[in-house]
T-cell receptor
Framework: EAGVAQSPRYKIIEKRQSVAFWCNPI?????LYWYQQILGQGPKLLIQ????????DSQLPKDRFSAERLKGVDSTLKIQPAKLEDSAVYLC??????????FGPGTRLTVT | GQQVMQIPQYQHVQEGEDFTTYCNSS?????IQWYKQRPGGHPVFLIQ?????EVKKQKRLTFQFGEAKKNSSLHITATQTTDVGTYFC????????????FGRGTSLIVHP
């Protein structure tokens, strides 16, 4: 069984630039999560999808972050414009239902 | 909102010593999960606890869920250098959609 795929693995941008991350969940997994993990902290949920509907996005900074999950499969997370404090690892995860078991390798973003 | 707290933040042990990390929630949880994250890696699912007072073992790891379903612990017996990493708990509120909230994690450093 293929795991959760993410790209790119690393990204370096300057502040005020835009960036996009892509996630392909495990086949058949209806629930998809985007987490932000700042160095030394636990993952913070940005947005949770159930199929292509949003379950929770209460911690997503909507003035600069956006996410979509077209057709209930792949998902894209975008930041525009980026700030220095957005430097973090962005983790995508998926689950069939209930338990969050599978994380992707993450995208490490550095904003300079 | 829901908060999940973990202590300690760091723990240094000599190889062969025991290790325990504690997780506390401000609200009653429907269930709790534990993850291990190696340096530079992504969280890897270890186990899920669902029932009040539940105790589960995985080789040298023992997981407990409190009677009130507001706290949990992970105990490692006779640590090995392979146990190095950060251990996270994550839980969701009882009732409603399951939205996993992570603690800050406990980083375990094992000295040979």
């Amino acid at each position: 069984e293929a795991g959760v795929a993410q790209s790119p693995r690393y990204k370096i941008i300057e502040k005020r630039q835009s960036v996009a991350f892509w996630c392909n969940p495990i086949s058949g997994h209806a629930t998809l999560y985007w987490y932000q993990q700042i160095l030394g902290q636990g993952p913070k949920l940005l947005i949770q999808f159930q199929n292509n509907g949003v379950v929770d996005d209460s911690q997503l900074p909507k003035d600069r972050f956006s996410a979509e999950r077209l057709k209930g499969v792949d998902s894209t997370l975008k930041i525009q414009p980026a700030k220095l404090e957005d430097s973090a690892v962005y983790l995508c995860a998926s689950s069939l239902w209930g338990t969050l078991k599978y994380f992707g390798p993450g995208t490490r973003l550095t904003v300079t | 909102g829901q908060q999940v707290m973990q202590i300690p933040q760091y723990q240094h042990v000599q190889e062969g010593e025991d290790f325990t990390t504690y997780c506390n929630s401000s609200t009653t949880l429907s269930n709790i999960q534990w993850y291990k994250q190696r340096p530079g890696g992504h969280p890897v699912f270890l186990i899920q606890l669902v029932k009040s007072g539940e105790v589960k073992k995985q080789k040298r790891l023992t997981f407990q869920f409190g009677e009130a379903k507001k706290n949990s612990s992970l105990h490692i017996t006779a640590t090995q250098t392979t146990d190095v990493g950060t251990y996270f708990c994550a839980g969701g509120l009882s009732g409603g959609s399951y939205i996993p909230t992570f603690g800050r994690g406990t980083s375990l450093i094992v000295h040979p």
